[in-house]
């Protein structure tokens, strides 16, 4: 039941009306929401794109041949009829390309903040996906396939994907848990959280906490830069690979046995794990450095 409709059926309505009243003369003030479903057959060139201006994006990989999408979509204007009419402007286009299908929400440019659309996709697990939005939180998972996942001013999640992984966000978090392959990943003003992940990484962040563990690190190694903020990061027990650290200002901290371990006073500590090989190479500027 919505705030609005419990108000008005209080015990005489009065206040319900006087709201309503009230609202009336307030620019945008009506509400319509409706939410579609569409089934799309899945492309045949192998890759999915969605679009979405104003708002969420979900996207979870199952073992199924075709595309299932719900667009909840949601609008305001200073009347129902309007709010109404805002609604049924805005859409989801398909268009086919050589190397798969394009996803995108429309929303009318004179309407843009005043329309909003959230999506929630079930599809084929072995689709490469590419998912971007430009104000909303864009989630990904269950995906056999390269996931690339971007938002402008959302938080970005990708979880349990076997491919290479490419997230980004300029205002937000980036999470990734449990997923097997290259990861890159980059935040402009937002910490990263890194969970039980096979394969190299490449991570950094302007300003923000990185926090990963790797269980098993790939031929390109871990690489983890922030300017401003700590870096924590835990490897597997048994690995080659050959460490450097560098901070400017605070403090390394290092639980591992590296052979030929030189600690310089400039704040740099490396090291051979093993017999060495892939490079651990972790970067900040302002905050401490721990690896264990």
Known sequence: MSARRGFEEGSDGRFGGFLRSLLSGIPWSEMTERVDTERIKAPGGGLLRVLNPNGRIELVGEDRDDIVVEVAKRARAESEEEAQRLLDTIRLVEEESADGLVLEVVIPRRWNRHGHVNLELRVPRALRVECESVNGKVSVAGMRAAVAARSSNGA?????????????????????????????????????????????????????????????VGPEGVLLATSNGRIVLELPDVLDAEVDVRVDNGVIRSELELDGATRASDGRLRGTLGRGGAPIRLRTSNGSISLR
Do not use: M, W
């Open 156 to 216: 970005v999640c990708v979880e349990d994907v076997t491919g290479d992984v490419h997230v980004a966000t300029a205002n937000n978090k980036v999470a990734c848990l449990g997923n097997c392959g290259r990861l890159l990943a980059r935040s402009s003003n937002g910490k990263i959280d890194i969970g039980e992940h096979s394969g190299s990484v490449d991570a950094s962040t302007s300003n923000g906490l990185i926090r990963a563990t790797v269980e098993a």
